[in-house]
């Protein structure tokens, strides 16, 4: 089988630059929308939205701008097409980057969702916190790509050979020598599997059972007679955030699986020649912010009117200035007739 040619994935990257950045400004504006259009019934739920949006903005920009990464796969190595390689920062540096800000984003997802667990339990439920120990949470969720990305990364540096692994891809993988060709590719020895499948399982693992631990018993605490005492329109309320939250989640883990498994199929079966359209599931992955901008403006319901209002207030904004434009059209130009008319019958006299 010949090798896959990637001659044109430069043009491809150059254009999804270009669409990436009025995206990019949907990001900011999303920003703006949860700042300004959050209910203050809400409380601090505010904060912890704004945190989920600023790393959905950074996760874009430093995946599309920065690192943009190509995973030659069944070879088990990557290159990268962003700005990094041209200032010689390396490739594990850049591996462990890209990890770092998923991991961040995936973290801000739960750090949303234990906060909207916590308002909706009562007191005496077993996994009702005091604020103090919530924060404590929150911060330990936060920055858990700390005490586990950069470790791995380190780890992965010391562990793997990469000219080694690099002179063996060459020879192994023929169908993917355009990949591994690259100057910024970095390989990855056999042997590291069995490093980081599990690492990557077991991490998996507990985001899985932790995102289960928080929507199982705030979806059960709603619909339980604990919260009779509740008015309808508050648990109607809780359940509306807490669903828009699941949607957004959702959206996050089949953009981060759709390439996992799309990559699963090339190993595990031998399909090599899917590996050509890897540079399209680069561009899925790097996308994970505008997606999560686009639910929050079509499935919460508090910012998609926000977002109604503010566009019809900049609608009638712009059609008074141009009614404004019109009418001193209208009003001025018949003075200025008058006006030389009286200058007509003055010379005449």
Request: include cysteine; charged fraction near 10%; charge should be positive.
């Amino acid at each position: 089988m010949d090798p896959i040619d990637i001659s044109y994935y430069p043009k491809i990257y150059s254009i999804f630059q270009l669409v990436s950045v009025p995206t990019t400004f949907v990001n900011l504006l999303g920003l703006y929308v949860i700042w300004f259009g959050t209910p203050k019934r809400i409380g601090n739920y505010k904060n912890y939205m704004c945190y989920l949006q600023i790393n959905a903005i950074l996760y874009d920009l430093i995946l599309v701008y920065l690192i943009f990464p190509i995973c030659a796969i069944p070879a088990g190595g990557c290159f990268s097409m962003g700005v990094l390689p041209k200032f010689g920062i390396t490739a594990w540096v850049q591996m462990s980057l890209g990890f770092g800000i998923m991991t961040s984003f995936l973290a801000a997802i739960a750090i949303a969702f234990f906060s909207r667990q916590q308002a909706i339990l009562d007191e005496g439920h077993r996994l009702k916190f005091s604020k103090r120990t919530g924060k404590l949470i929150c911060i330990l969720i936060a920055l858990h790509p700390l005490y586990y990305v950069v470790p791995a990364g380190l780890c992965i540096l010391m562990l793997n050979d990469e000219q080694q692994a690099h002179a063996y891809h060459y020879v192994t993988h023929p169908i993917v020598k355009n990949f591994i060709s690259q100057p910024s590719y970095y390989a990855l020895e056999a042997k590291m599997r069995f490093i980081t499948v599990p690492a990557a399982t077991i991490y998996n693992s507990v985001v899985f059972y932790g995102f289960i631990y928080l929507i199982v018993p705030s979806y059960l605490q709603i619909q339980s007679f604990k919260v009779a005492t509740t008015s309808r329109k508050t648990l109607k309320m809780q359940r509306r955030w807490l669903n828009s939250l699941l949607v957004q989640t959702a959206t996050f883990y089949f953009i981060y699986m759709f390439p996992a498994f799309w990559y699963a199929i090339i190993y595990y079966y031998g399909w090599y020649y899917l590996a050509a359209y890897s540079i399209w599931l680069t561009i899925l992955s790097c996308s994970h912010g505008i997606a999560s901008t686009i639910v929050l403006f079509i499935f919460y319901g508090s910012y998609r009117k926000f977002l109604y209002q503010w566009i019809l207030q900049i609608t009638v904004a712009i059609r008074g200035r141009d009614q404004e434009r019109t009418s001193s059209i209208f009003v001025v130009q018949p003075s200025r007739v008058v006006l030389e008319m009286n200058l007509r019958v003055t010379r005449e006299k």
